[in-house]
């Protein structure tokens, strides 16, 4: 089993549509949690971080859910620009930061 | 703002060659990665570092090898490049269970 599990999708939604990724973690010990958003040919870039309580950045939420290991990320209302991959991550086995990236999840947002 | 900087973008080499992919960090973190990113397999991670001199190896070690003599500087070895290492490698660095920064990425071709 993988550390960390994505549904690599691709996701092609239209604009305006609201669409969920999801993302599983075997490490119970695990302490901090991560998206990311990568454009093609570029470097990932933080999307937000994840915290137990559920955040929110404009159009985009998080959830942790520890006692299921599972992690999601809500993009209401999508945009063209929203076209990207988007990666979990999960960091933190024993006290060393390690960091583990899933796949990573695809999405297209046509007009 | 966080500078993570890899030496290259795109590089050249022959099989058999002795490379050296350097990066370099700014903010003084403890925590330092190099990923290669091939399409489909997502970011897979070869080493890490979270102290100067120490290192632990990720998911796909062999044929690699790592050097930290300084806390800014984390470099990948290949000892000795085959065509199976074309691939992207990815930098990153981060402050204990905080955000990972990433360098641009070098784009390794081995022919």
């Known amino acids: 089993r993988k550390e960390v599990e994505q549904d690599p999708g691709p996701f092609n939604v239209p604009e305006g549509a609201t669409v969920a990724f999801n993302c599983t973690y075997s490490?119970?010990?695990?302490?901090?949690f991560f998206w990311y958003r990568q454009d093609c040919r570029k470097e990932p870039k933080l999307l937000m971080s994840?915290?137990?309580s559920g955040n929110e950045d404009g159009r985009f939420t998080a959830q942790l859910n520890r006692a299921s290991q599972y992690i999601s990320l809500l993009i209401r209302d999508s945009k063209l620009s929203d076209s990207a991959t988007y990666l979990c991550?999960?960091?933190?086995?024993?006290?060393?930061?390690?960091?583990?990236f899933g796949q990573g999840t695809t999405l297209q947002v046509k007009p | 703002d966080v500078k993570v900087t890899q030496s290259s973008r795109y590089l050249v080499k022959r099989t058999g060659e002795k490379v050296f992919l350097e990066c370099v960090q700014d903010?003084?973190?403890?925590?330092m990665f190099w990923y290669r990113q091939d399409p489909g397999l997502g970011l897979r991670l070869i080493y890490f570092?979270?102290?100067?001199?120490?290192?632990e190896k990720g998911d796909i070690p062999e044929g690699y090898s790592v050097s930290r003599e300084k806390k800014e500087r984390f470099s990948l070895i290949l000892e000795s490049a085959s065509t199976n290492q074309t691939s992207m490698y990815l930098c990153?660095?981060?402050?204990?269970?905080?955000?990972?920064?990433f360098g641009q990425g070098t784009r390794l071709t081995v022919v």
């Open positions: 991550v999960v960091m933190g086995e024993g006290n060393t930061g390690k960091l583990i």
């Open positions: 490490n119970s010990a695990s302490q901090s």
């Open positions: 990153a660095s981060t402050y204990k269970y905080t955000e990972a920064f």
């Open positions: 903010m003084d973190h403890e925590n």
């Open positions: 570092s979270y102290d100067v001199k120490m290192k």
């Open positions: 994840v915290y137990s």
